[in-house]
């Protein structure tokens, strides 16, 4: 019995020395710090890898996708062709990711479950595949340097007048890269970037705001006028020239407003202008910039006969003879403007000239749309007339007279606009109430002056008969000249070249 017993606890000491060296194998076999046989990522045998050295392997196997050139095309441009490196968009593989979860594997559960799991690996690889990232952030600079070539910005047709003709330019449309839908693109082919060959940037076309036909509508002439300035000094006559240059051609939009001073600029000798006479405080003086409002004068009546909006617009304080009263357009640096305003729904053009002693200005618009015609009036209603005072001066001869002021006639003037259609006006509305004032003669007599047979009242005041209405309009601006000067019975009273300005 008792050798029963020994028996027994030989054949189970042998059994679990047997179990625990059984224990002791299996725990060193799974107990590896190195990939398992049978893990596969991206075709590499990780086994006998540490984790850190296995990523290493990986990312030594991707090195080779770093200088990997995708072709670049450009929409609608066969002939432009780019190249993008990998590099430029940030490519990454999930290694660290992929890496730690393949390690795993077997190494969880106990020793068996595992030893089980390691031992499968052996027959039935586990296979791992990295995915490719990428970032758009820096592909700006790629798309920069492929914009340089094609981009540009849209530009509007264009208007032209050149020797008399008109020519409008074509305009030309903005092409820009579509950047946001590419940076799209790539990140949709992300997974797939190792293996693309080529890519195409999409373009974006913007229009032109003003398109050819914008100009088509500036095909005549829709107001035209001309004054004579023969007579004028040498001085003046620059003026004229020089303050009508500075609208030849000028293109008005829709809706734009045009400052006769601001266009003209300071009347400055600076700027070109010449000394000529200027009204000052109602007097004829030497001054820069004589003649000017010639300039704007004319241009008012081409504008008026245009029947563009006029936003202002002052008459002179003495009446010039080279339009009709009530006509006249006076500007002055910082106070008197002319105004005008294109509230058609086309651009005008305006252009001037000057011919000999004559400066021109034209008016181009629709005038193949233009149904009606304008008819500028003006009615006289009222002559001041002028007085005469006498001051006795002590101090100075007896019977001596001397003249201290010039005077002259007063006048109040209606002027009015007419639309005309088919020989018919359908409509007049008055546009201007203007007062040119009187000034009075003033002499100085001395104590005991010969006695002179008084004169008439109303010869010495000079009144003047009711003026009748007198058409400026473009068919007879001839007789809008220098003879419409008011013919005053005392010396020097020529005003065919008084002109406000500065």
């Known amino acids: 019995m008792k050798n029963g017993i020994k028996i027994l606890l030989i054949i189970l000491t042998v059994l679990g020395a047997a179990s625990l060296g059984g224990y002791y194998y299996l725990d060193s076999y799974v107990a590896k710090e190195t990939f398992y046989e049978g893990i596969i990522i991206d075709e590499i045998q990780m086994s006998g890898l540490t984790l850190e050295d296995g990523i ?42 992929v890496a730690m979860e393949a390690f795993g594997v077997g190494r969880s559960g106990n020793v068996i479950q595992r030893f089980q799991t390691i031992k499968d690996l052996q027959t039935n690889p586990k296979k791992y595949t990295l995915s490719p990232t990428i970032k758009t952030t820096n592909i700006d600079s790629v798309l920069d340097v492929i914009a340089e070539d ?5 530009v509007d047709a264009q208007f032209s007048f050149q020797s008399g003709q008109f020519e409008i330019i074509k305009p030309v449309e903005g092409k820009y890269l579509d950047k946001d839908s590419f940076k799209k693109s790539l990140e949709m082919v992300a997974g797939e970037i190792l293996t693309v060959d080529s890519l195409e940037i999409s373009v974006i076309t913007q229009e032109p705001k003003i398109q050819e036909e914008y100009y088509e509508k500036i095909n005549g002439v829709i107001g035209e006028f001309s004054t004579s300035f023969a007579g004028s000094s040498v001085g003046r006559s620059h003026n004229v020239r020089l303050s009508a240059e500075s609208f030849k051609g000028m293109l008005i939009m829709p809706g ?19 000394e000529a006479p200027v009204i000052e405080n109602g007097t004829l003086i030497p001054g820069i910039g004589g003649g000017v409002c010639q300039t704007s004068t004319t241009l008012y009546n081409a504008l008026l006969l245009a029947d563009i909006k006029i936003i202002e617009r002052s008459p ?9 009263r009530g006509t006249d357009a006076a500007v002055a640096t910082g106070y008197l403007d002319l105004v005008f305003r294109n509230d058609f729904d086309y651009p005008v053009m305006i252009d001037s000239k000057v011919e000999g002693t004559r400066v021109y200005f ?3 618009g629709d005038m193949d749309n233009r149904d009606y015609s304008i008819n500028i009036s003006t009615s006289h209603v009222a002559t001041i007339p ?7 001066d002590d101090t100075i001869q007896p019977g001596t ?24 006006t359908v409509s007049t509305k008055q546009i201007s109430h203007d007062y040119y004032r009187e000034r009075d003669y003033i002499y100085k007599v001395g104590p005991k002056s010969v006695l002179i047979p008084e004169v008439p009242v109303q010869e010495v005041q000079n009144s003047e008969p009711e003026v009748p209405k007198i058409d400026v309009s473009t068919e007879n601006n001839d007789s809008v000249t220098d003879e419409n000067t008011e013919n005053v019975s005392v010396p020097n009273d020529s005003l065919s070249d008084l002109e406000a300005t500065e």
């Open 316 to 324: 002179h304080s003495i009446a010039p003879g080279y339009v009709p």
């Open 362 to 364: 034209y008016i181009y």
């Open 386 to 392: 002028y007085k005469v005072h006498e001051n006795i």
């Open 256 to 274: 734009q407003e045009v400052s006769y001073n601001k266009t003209t600029g300071p009347r400055q000798e600076r700027y070109g202008y010449k």
């Open 401 to 424: 007279r001397e003249l201290l002021q010039e005077g002259r006639n007063g006048y109040k003037v209606n002027a009015f606009k007419s639309i005309v259609k088919n020989g018919v």
């Open 56 to 97: 290493q392997k990986l990312k030594e196997s991707k090195e080779i996708y770093e200088t990997k050139e995708i072709t670049l095309t450009v929409e609608g441009y066969p002939d432009a062709i780019y190249s993008m490196n990998l590099s430029d968009v940030d490519l990454e593989f999930n290694y660290d990711e």
């Open 150 to 154: 094609i981009e540009i910005e849209p």
